[in-house]
């Protein structure tokens, strides 16, 4: 008998090494992973590496603007005359009679190492954009640019050519991309609050209802517990992105109400599954003194059952709070608002430094959450 069991023991061992084998090999199959390729292809992500530097703090900018007029045709409007001293700009010719003419620009005394804009400014105050560039180290710019038939005088005003320089500062200020990515992460705190929230006002009920050892009585109490059972299994089988994308549709590409809906619908189905696992093993103890002594079905709840439950409650609900701040970062890149919906924004438009600032903001919060619901739930405990 002994012979026969362990032979048993050795064949069922067999078939699971060898379904595991078939599964792993098929894995690979399907799957096709090729790090030999992952290995090559690295140098790729360097254009990325800007992910490591978030952008927190920068130099507060001066900006100043100058510009002359310039007439076109030549005789249009009177000739400017060139200042002498000081931040100016030096037209040669000054100017011009007709379209493609090259026409030499200097920048002087403008600061070392500002941000310049060159542009049109015409006759109507539309503006067109030339060139950006770095002055030298004297402060000094020069380019050529061509004059177009649209730059022309009209009713005796001519156009002119501007630049907006930025000079640095060396006051070191907070950057626009810390001032967003900190609004967006309080917008996903509580966007997750909300969501976590209303999850556990819809899942309590049910959560009762979904609980063998409460309504599982009779085919009616059957029918009522599958019934809650399956709502749970349904809406959980949807993921946060589908949900997001549903309602990013309804309410709005990019709207927090809609991450908002996303997360509760999720943490419905979630909350429901636990809490009514939690009240199934609860102590009956309680529950049979209760019902011993006369107590109805709502004195057993709210005695005997509700008490035992609270703690996990709590601790589940702190719990997902933490997870739905996570899971408001991915729903954003369909629409669901937030930090994620701002971090998606800096991804598709390559600006890295703005997504790693995202990034780091995001760690910190769930970093923080994660430690101080530990704490809460600790002392639940």
Not at 222 to 243: H, K, P, Q, T
Request: glycine letters at 8%.
């Amino acid at each position: 008998m002994k012979k026969e069991n362990r032979l048993l023991r050795y064949v069922t061992w067999l078939l699971v090494g060898v379904l595991l084998v078939f599964s792993y090999k098929l894995s690979i199959d399907v799957t096709q992973p090729d790090f030999f390729r992952l290995f090559i292809s690295l140098g790729k992500a360097e254009q990325m590496k800007d992910l490591l530097r978030p952008l927190l703090f920068v130099h507060e900018t001066e900006t100043y603007m100058i510009g002359t007029a310039f007439p076109f045709p030549c005789g249009s409007a009177p000739t400017p005359t060139a200042d002498t001293s000081g931040p100016r700009l030096q037209i040669e010719p000054a100017c011009a009679d007709e379209a493609g003419a090259t026409v030499l620009v200097r920048g002087l005394d403008l600061g070392q190492n500002a941000d310049v804009a060159i542009r049109w400014r015409l006759a109507d105050d539309r503006t067109l954009t030339i060139k950006r560039l770095t002055t030298d180290a004297n402060g000094n710019i020069e380019l050529e640019i061509e004059t177009r038939a649209i730059i022309q005088t009209e009713n005796g005003i001519p156009p002119r050519i501007e630049a907006e320089a930025s000079l640095p500062n060396p006051k070191i200020i907070p950057s626009q991309a810390l001032t967003d990515v900190t609004n967006a992460i309080i917008v996903t705190i509580f966007m997750a609050l909300l969501a976590t929230t209303m999850g556990i006002l819809l899942a309590v009920p049910f959560s009762f209802l979904g609980a063998r050892n409460i309504v599982h009585r009779g085919w009616l109490g059957s029918s009522v517990y599958y019934f809650a059972r399956s709502i749970f299994n349904i809406v959980r089988s949807f993921e946060a992105l589908v949900m997001a994308t549903i309602f990013a549709l309804i309410v709005g590409f990019g709207s927090p109400f809609a991450g908002v809906l996303a997360m509760m619908v999720v943490s419905f189905a979630s909350f429901g599954k636990m809490f009514s696992e939690s009240i199934e093993s609860i102590d009956p103890g309680p529950l049979e003194a209760i019902t011993a002594v006369g107590g109805d079905r709502a004195q057993v709840v709210f005695y005997g059952v509700i008490p035992q439950i609270l703690p996990d409650f709590f601790s589940f609900a702190l719990y997902h709070w933490d997870i739905n701040v996570r899971i408001s970062t991915v729903i954003g890149f369909v629409g669901g608002g937030g930090i994620g919906y701002y971090l998606s924004q800096s991804i598709n438009s390559f600006e890295y430094r703005q997504a790693s600032t995202a990034l780091l903001a995001i760690i910190i919060v769930v970093w923080a959450l994660d430690f101080l619901s530990a704490q809460i739930r600790r002392r639940l405990i």
